[in-house]
């Protein structure tokens, strides 16, 4: 969608997309890989004297710690949200999970969050906060805030937010209170 000089829109398109990444939990991702192939390593290659209770505890921890690491930081490394004529979709990580999907129907507003921050959320990830609701954050930078018919707000760090944000709008005024049905 382009803006017009004249300050109106173009017509919004049938469907809209976009994403975020965030590049630091490639690292994060990388230190539980390490984890895994040290736990594989000690399995292998053991030279422990102390017996196999200690060497086992140490394979299984280090393989735990490691895929917990890996797959926890995988699920967050980008965030796909998409926007079609009835449902807002917010898709995590390579192989799309958590996902979530909004009928726009159960939305009553969506605002512009210029500065979304990790710690505002209490890290990275899918977070919910009694006070705050729910987000998708998976960097710091602009985001989108759904406010829902039932009093919760739903945010996504996503890029080029305000374009989203007045695409679902567009699509909202049919379905305000008092609009004719």
Excluded at 54 to 72: D, E, N, T, W, Y
Excluded at 121 to 131: A, D, L, N
Excluded at 152 to 170: G, K, L, M, P, Q
Aim: contains cysteine; glycine residues 10%.
């Amino acid at each position: 969608m382009r803006d017009h000089p004249d300050g109106d829109t173009a017509p919004h398109p049938e469907v809209w997309t976009g994403r975020a990444t965030n590049r630091v939990q490639w690292l994060l991702a990388l230190v539980g890989a390490a984890c895994m192939a040290l736990g594989i390593e000690l399995a292998v290659d053991s030279a422990w004297t102390s017996g196999v209770a200690p060497l086992v505890m140490s394979v299984v921890g280090c393989i735990a710690a490691g895929l917990l690491v890996l797959f926890g930081t995988l699920a967050f490394v980008h965030v796909a949200v998409k926007v079609d004529e009835d449902t807002l979709e917010v898709r995590c990580g390579h192989i799309g999970l958590p996902r979530r999907r909004i009928p726009l129907a159960q939305v009553a507003g969506a605002d512009f969050a210029p500065r979304v921050t990790p710690c505002q959320w209490g890290g990275w990830g899918y977070r919910w906060r009694p006070e705050k609701g729910t987000a998708v954050v998976v960097r710091r930078g602009e985001g989108l805030v759904l406010r829902l018919w039932d009093g919760h707000t739903f945010t996504i760090t996503v890029d080029n937010a305000e374009s989203a944000v007045r695409v679902i709008r567009a699509r909202l005024r049919p379905s305000l209170p008092g609009a004719a049905h």
